[in-house]
């Protein structure tokens, strides 16, 4: 056991930055590297990591006090593990030195801008971080960015971070998707300098844009930011449009809220500024759960939604009795077990996807004794090259061949319009020891059942070791639940949004099935088809399921 105090590092060239949210608390059981504090410039917030693990003996500032490299933080008791060498103060920073940053990509700033031509963004100088996952894109082609506007974020096992543009502009492309892993100098997006303005008045903001932090740090400040006088001249309205564009939150509130879906763009900040705090984030989460909260996006875009969200006794609302309070320690020896972060996560999403979706599950049979026999001759042939021909695989390309001929399965509700898809991504619920993820198979059907099976094995054993990524878990159509491995007959998946429909698959069983003239052993396999009855209806459901069991049973139907 040691006493460490912890540090403010290396955070550029920001100033007497003021403490805008304490997030531990005397007591508190730390990590290093987790979030103590956030601080906000005129520029924008960060977040201040702790250098060491331990357990917090007394806190040094408060909330509003102005810092500074170097200021004590806290005081942290630290345990064996916790060498101040694993985890040295500076390397600790979330936003590594914008004074470093600045000069490589924001001194080019106003020359590009001036000149109205193509402009390509880069990663600044993000200090130690290496090949950062993007996990959110936060523009699109066709947007007009401010100079410091965040463009991306980006994810390391460490923080995640926002890129800000080094340049105003009108993007012209993504030079980036979601997953790509990123370094210094690659190219985020290409602008087209100064709004696309033809002969682009020498912007009033050019001045300013050496002067931005082109380090990645953090959301801005909403309301100090300089986008409106980055703007071009002759589109005074964009200003606004910008600003309300980006909530104003920190980049943990912002993955908080991501991960749980929460948008942060209807909340209203209870923090200075208005800034978006975790409590509000959580504060919205309890909210629709207890059913006083609805928003006007969920009204508009989802009516079901607004069925379960509002009101009380008019038969509008859930107006549920309050959760039991029982001292379950009275009645026998209990443990408590805090729940896994992904069991968090994926509660919340399936709890909203079972309380806002009207569910009917549909359960069907297919004769899978051709199939089955057919996989087993293939494992056998290829036994040697190490290929598992999986029933799974099999299932997500019978799928596919549903999907073609019942397009309202391949859908998203967004409001009052079907987003029908023409790309055919389908995710599988994996059983991890911290919970249940969905990776995606991405385009699926062009790919054989061999390189299906192979993604498959890959994409499980990363969900095992919980090393999938966002990119490995987005974007799907359609998803399918197996639990054939393991048992049962039927069960009833929840859809996972904003997909319409799931399918659960469970243990194949031998049944004797009439032929004409005798009863015959046929492997069945049990089919449960969840849908939306907002977007299916029962007998399209019902059609599908044949198909796909017509499609199990003689799977030369998928070449059709
Ligand atoms: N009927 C009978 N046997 C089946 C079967 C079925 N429908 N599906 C698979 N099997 C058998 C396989 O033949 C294999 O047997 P062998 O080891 O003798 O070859 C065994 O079960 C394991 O199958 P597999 O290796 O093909 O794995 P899988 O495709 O069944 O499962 C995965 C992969 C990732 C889906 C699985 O590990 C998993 O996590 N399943 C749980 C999903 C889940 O939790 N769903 C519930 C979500 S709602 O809470």
């Given at each position: ?8 590092p290396?955070i550029?060239?920001?100033?007497d930055?003021a403490?805008?949210?304490?997030l531990?608390?005397v ?7 987790q979030s103590l504090i ?28 102005k810092?500074?490299?170097?200021d ?5 008791e ?8 694993s985890?040295?103060?500076?390397a ?7 004074a470093?940053?600045a000069?490589s ?5 106003p020359a ?9 963004v880069r ?15 936060l ?19 460490k923080?995640?971070?926002?890129i ?10 993504l030079?980036?998707k ?28 050019a ?8 380090a990645?740090?953090a ?8 986008a ?6 002759h ?19 912002r ?16 923090g200075p ?6 409590d509000?984030?959580a504060?919205?989460?309890k909210?629709?759960?207890?059913g ?10 989802a ?9 009380t006794?008019?038969?509008t ?31 919340a ?13 549909n359960?069907?049979e ?15 042939e ?34 009052d319009?079907?987003?029908l898809k ?5 995710g ?34 990363k ?8 990119a ?18 039927y ?10 429909a ?20 046929r ?11 907002r ?5 399209s459901a019902a059609r599908?399921n ?7 049973a ?7």
């Amino acid at each position: 056991m040691a006493l460490v105090e912890v540090k403010v590092p290396d955070i550029g060239d920001f100033k007497d930055v003021a403490i805008i949210e304490m997030l531990v608390a005397v007591g508190d059981s730390i990590r290093a590297e987790q979030s103590l504090i956030t601080v906000e410039s005129d520029k924008a917030s960060m977040e201040i990591p702790s250098s060491h693990a331990g357990v917090i003996k007394s806190l040094k500032v408060k909330l509003g006090d102005k810092l500074n490299i170097g200021d004590v933080i806290l005081e942290l008791e630290t345990g064996a593990a916790a060498s101040p060498a694993s985890a040295p103060a500076p390397a600790a920073s979330p936003a590594p030195s914008p004074a470093v940053a600045a000069p490589s990509a924001a001194s080019a700033a106003p020359a590009a801008a001036a000149s109205g031509g193509s402009v390509t963004v880069r990663v600044p100088d993000i200090g130690d971080f290496k090949d950062v996952a993007v996990i959110e894109l936060l523009v699109k082609p066709g947007d007009t960015v401010a100079v410091d506007q965040s463009l991306i974020t980006v994810e390391s096992d460490k923080a995640s971070m926002e890129i800000p543009s080094s340049h105003a502009g009108v993007v012209q492309s993504l030079e980036v998707k979601l997953g790509d892993k990123l370094n210094i100098g690659d190219a985020v997006l290409t602008l087209l300098a100064g709004g696309g303005a033809p002969a682009p008045a020498p912007v009033a903001a050019a001045p300013a844009a050496p002067a931005a932090p082109a380090a990645p740090v953090a959301t801005p400040s909403a309301p100090s930011q300089p986008a409106a006088a980055a703007l071009p001249a002759h589109d005074p309205t964009a200003a606004g449009a910008l600003s309300s564009k980006l909530p104003h939150a920190s980049p943990s509130v912002r993955k908080f809220a991501r991960e749980l879906g929460v948008p942060l763009g209807e909340l209203k900040g209870s923090g200075p500024k208005g800034r978006i705090t975790q409590d509000d984030v959580a504060g919205f989460i309890k909210a629709v759960m207890s059913g006083a909260t609805q928003t006007q996006a969920q009204a508009a875009k989802a009516p079901a939604a607004a069925a379960a969200g509002a009101g009380t006794g008019t038969g509008t609302g859930l107006n549920l009795l309050a959760w039991p309070q029982v001292d379950f320690a009275k009645f026998g020896v209990v443990e408590r077990k805090p729940l896994s972060r992904i069991k968090k996560i994926s509660g919340a999403n399936l709890h909203r996807n079972w309380v806002v979706i009207p569910h009917v599950t549909n359960h069907d049979e297919a004769d899978i004794t051709e199939l089955e026999a057919f996989r087993v001759a293939m494992n056998k042939e290829h036994e040697k090259a190490g290929v598992k021909f999986t029933l799974l695989a099999f299932l997500i390309k019978a799928c596919v061949a549903a999907l073609k001929k019942f397009p309202e399965f391949n859908a998203s509700l967004d409001g009052d319009e079907l987003v029908l898809k023409k790309y055919f991504h389908i995710g599988f619920a994996a059983d991890t020891p911290n919970g249940l993820v969905v990776p995606v198979i991405k385009d699926a059907d062009q790919k054989g059942i061999i390189q299906i099976a192979k993604e498959m094995s890959e994409l499980a054993a990363k969900a095992r070791d919980g090393k999938l990524g966002p990119a490995d878990m987005t974007g799907g159509c359609f998803s399918i639940s197996s639990l054939g491995g393991i048992g049962g007959t039927y069960f009833t998946p929840i859809i996972n949004a904003p997909e319409v429909a799931i399918l659960g698959v469970c243990k194949g069983f031998m049944k004797p099935v009439w032929n004409g003239s005798s009863f015959e052993p046929r492997l069945t396999l049990p089919l449960s088809l969840s849908w939306d009855h907002r977007v299916i209806d029962g007998a399209s459901a019902a059609r599908f399921n044949a198909y796909l069991a017509a499609v199990l049973a003689d799977f030369r139907r998928v070449l059709l």
